[in-house]
């Protein structure tokens, strides 16, 4: 423990804000100790779990905000009496977890960089390429003296970690020659999140390939285009070329059930009782994760904010939730009204969704030995040898979120299923499973995984005198680059997607993102 903890800011006190609040108090030293967040039921249930547990007194002056520009108002104000020599002025904030919806990371983390803060961005960066490369523009200046990090949960999980030593420092299976990788995001958990929920329209958010699966995308760059060593001076595998098909498929009117006739709301609709996405089966029932099960997390904590005000008792909270699933919108109702909240007692076929619901994105890489690595290779190419990856995200599947995976190598084949992983060795015939740790359920430990390694570069940079680039290489694990690379990889494939075609990447590259650091 380091006699100063690093003191951590939490801006948005929604479902990931919690998890990160959570993860900060039992997987590092961390102290959180502000919260940003305009729902006032949110923001002082934070406070009372997270920051300030003697309900006997107030918590300190800046324990929370209503918005997060009060904060950096405040903040300002507070450094201006600190270096005024202010005896009494409150110890400030060392990091900032970003929580906030997608769409408002980019004007949160702006504001923010003047301050010269540790920052770790839930994912995605922004919902723009133009805002994650300005982004990127801003924060690039900061790394000599803070590190920075984004939400890609899945490397930090000990599963994947695993994975990647197999393949790359162990070579279990010679040199990778594809990969087939799958997100199963779950028939019910894509009704709730991209039917009724924040991400389900494009031009109010972004594609589901960005909102639900940069970090896959991430993961297969990680595997197969990032240099082994986060501090290695080898260069990364740059694909040649990406195409990507996909659409909305199922969730739409004309797959509406013919006996819910005109109904728009499940509470009013005949077919309720035997459909699967009824919302009373989904947010009442013990079916899934609903209220009769007691459970006060996702996606109840969602669907009813306040649910934890109710103290456990489920026929209090019934009528309430019953109220919420009731809410409805029709013609008469302003777009701007529909657009800014969720509906989640809303028909799944009479929505206004539109991202995609089965997506494929295919990666290929060209040869592109180094010269300066061939005494290191069996062959002539080594790791940096023509190589595929193929990633398929699916709505219409009961494994939610229980990512599984396919490697082909030169000498073996891996599969992984986010708990499990299975080496086939082609020249011994034998095969070998690996069991890693499972920390926690949220993503597989990545939760746990990616906050203890955030505050530990923060603590190193704070108590201990390291480089921040020294922290963010062996903590963090990725460089900005790396963060943009990944990011980019989403818009280009959904260039490829909405134009049917194959892109190269250089080309794209260079017309769309070209000099980061320019």
């Not at 197969?224 to 969730?251: D, K, N, R, V």
Request: charged share 25%; with cysteine.
């Amino acid at each position: 423990m380091s006699a100063k903890p690093p003191r951590v800011l939490i801006i948005g006190a929604g479902s990931r804000g919690r998890v990160y609040g959570r993860c900060t108090l039992q997987s590092s030293n961390g102290v959180v100790v502000t919260v940003c967040e305009p729902d006032d039921y949110k923001r002082n249930e934070y406070v009372r779990t997270f920051i300030w547990t003697d309900h006997n007194r107030p918590p300190p002056k800046g324990s929370s905000f209503a918005d997060w520009r009060d904060f950096v108002a405040w903040e300002i104000q507070r450094r201006e009496r600190e270096a005024a020599g202010d005896p009494d002025v409150p110890e400030g904030v060392d990091a900032a977890f970003v929580c906030v919806r997608d769409e408002m990371h980019h004007e949160v983390v702006m504001a923010l960089a003047p301050l010269n803060l540790h920052i770790m961005c839930e994912k995605p960066l922004a919902t723009t390429l133009a805002d994650c490369v300005d982004m990127y523009r801003a924060m690039a200046p900061l790394q000599s003296s803070k590190v920075f990090s984004v939400g890609h949960v899945l490397r930090y999980s000990p599963h994947n970690i695993m994975l990647r030593k197999l393949l790359l420092e162990d070579r279990a299976i010679g040199e990778v020659l594809s990969i087939v990788h799958t997100e199963p995001v779950g028939f019910w958990h894509f009704a709730h999140s991209y039917v009724r929920g924040n991400w389900r329209k494009e031009s109010a958010t972004a594609p589901s390939l960005l909102t639900k699966s940069c970090h896959d995308m991430d993961i297969i760059l990680w595997l197969l285009c990032s240099p082994e060593s986060p501090s290695s001076s080898e260069p990364p595998h740059i694909p040649s070329e990406i195409m990507s098909t996909g659409s909305l498929q199922f969730f739409r009117r004309s797959r509406k059930p013919k006996a819910a006739g005109a109904a728009t709301n499940c509470l009013s609709c005949p077919a309720e009782p035997e459909c699967m996405y009824s919302s009373k089966r989904v947010y009442e029932s013990k079916r899934h994760q609903g209220l009769e099960t007691g459970n006060t997390r996702w996606p109840m904590s969602v669907v009813l904010p306040d649910i934890e005000s109710f103290g456990g008792d489920i026929e209090q909270a019934r009528p309430e939730l019953l109220r919420r699933l009731a809410e409805d919108y029709d013609a008469s109702t302003p777009q701007s009204e529909i657009d800014a909240r969720n509906w989640f007692g809303r028909c799944v076929f009479e929505s206004d969704n539109d991202v995609c619901d089965e997506q494929v994105v295919t990666i290929r890489w060209d040869e592109d030995p180094l010269p300066s690595a061939q005494h290191a290779y069996k062959d002539s190419v080594g790791n940096r040898g023509a190589k595929q990856a193929t990633f398929h995200m699916i709505a219409q599947t009961k494994r939610q979120c229980h990512r599984f995976t396919y490697v082909y190598g030169t000498t073996g084949e891996i599969y992984a299923d986010s708990r499990t992983i299975t080496v086939e060795d082609f020249r011994t015939g034998t095969q070998q499973s690996y069991h890693p740790k499972l920390e926690s359920l949220g993503h597989g430990g990545g939760d746990h995984g990616i906050t203890r390694q955030f505050i530990l570069a923060v603590d190193r940079v704070k108590n201990h005198g390291w480089p921040a680039p020294r922290a963010q290489r062996e903590f963090i694990g990725c460089s900005l680059e790396e963060i943009i690379r990944s990011h980019a990889m989403v818009f280009a494939a959904e260039e490829a997607r909405t134009g049917k075609k194959i892109l190269d990447w250089k080309s794209w590259w260079d017309e769309k993102v070209g000099a980061i650091s320019a």
